[in-house]
């Protein structure tokens, strides 16, 4: 682990006990994440994509120690995230918090945003609730919202708004590792860029280091340092945001560039198209999981698992011709 790495992720994996057969009457195991090695600098915005199921959200909260890994560790600053107890574990929650996806439903409709906000300073005991208030409009003040909104309820604010108090939530503590779960995709595309704007400005003011989990891959190029593009609970492939045309490109991530709106069809990069759906985690194919969906599948595809392997000094590529 090199002296700037704030989050080590070390062979991550969890599974869920789902529900199958006739009325949900059977119990199977599903891997939603699946062995993941992935190091995260200091100061580095890293982008988690894949489609829908590809287990981004798991590993997300497995890097902020929401989830317990049922094998392999989330290190933070060298420390088993897993293994903290007591006064280390509410430390360590302090400094790792999460932007969640749906703004409403992660506010308290019943709380005014002011006594919101002044409740992680009073459950950390960093200050009183008379002191809260000055640090409640201060914060309102970093989202771009003015302090009279302190008194206000979650219903009488705009998408964009209820967004920016979570952020504010979410930074309350000065939190070091930030995990933004899809935080722009529930807003309306006209606001999605001044959120985006406002999480590069606070990461740049307070020096945050993000994990920032999206499925749509303009906002990931437009926000991250890093790309780590998941495939059925694996990571396949990882590079430097400035490297989306490198052709050493794995062919999931390629299909997926190739699918992605463009508004210039000119610069879609050329590539074949993803052979039929998604398989089943339930059910992971076997050796390499993109083999049935890969134009460029051989035998070996089948039979041996591609491990996750540096093909040119900026990135790590899963697959057995790269
Ligand atoms: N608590 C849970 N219980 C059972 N299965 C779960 C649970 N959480 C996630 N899963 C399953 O794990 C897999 C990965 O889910 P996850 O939400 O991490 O994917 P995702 O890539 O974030 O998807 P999306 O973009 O749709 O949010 C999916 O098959 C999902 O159904």
Known sequence: MSAE???????????????????????????????????????????LVGESGCGKSTLGRLAVGLLRPSAGAALFEGHDLASLKGEGLRRMRRRLQIIFQDPVTSLNPRLTVGSAL??????????????????????????????EHASRYPHQFSGGQRQRIGIARALALRPSLVLADEPVSALDVSIQAQVLNLLMDLRQKLGLTYVFVAHDLAVVRHMADRVAVMYLGGVVDVFAAQDFADPAMHPYTA?????????????????????????????????????????????????????????????????HFR
Do not use: M, N, W
């Open 118 to 147: 002044a409740e992680p300073f009073i459950i950390h005991g960093v200050c009183t609730r008379r002191q809260a208030a000055a640090k409640v409009s201060s914060l309102l003040e970093e989202v771009g919202l003015g302090p």
């Open 255 to 319: 299909a997926l560039l190739a699918s992605a709106p463009q508004a210039d069809p000119a610069r879609r990069p050329a590539a074949p198209p993803v052979l039929g759906e998604t398989p089943s985690p339930l059910d992971p194919p076997t050796g390499c999981r993109f083999h049935p969906r890969c134009p460029e599948a051989a035998a070996i595809c089948r039979q041996k698992r591609p491990a996750l392997r540096p093909v040119t000094p900026r990135r790590l590529c899963a697959c």
């Open 5 to 47: 790495t704030l989050l080590s992720l070390r062979g991550l994996s969890r599974s869920f006990r789902v529900a199958t057969g006739f009325l949900g009457a059977g119990k199977r195991s599903l891997l939603a994440v699946d062995d993941v090695c992935l190091d995260v600098a200091q100061g580095e915005v890293l982008g």
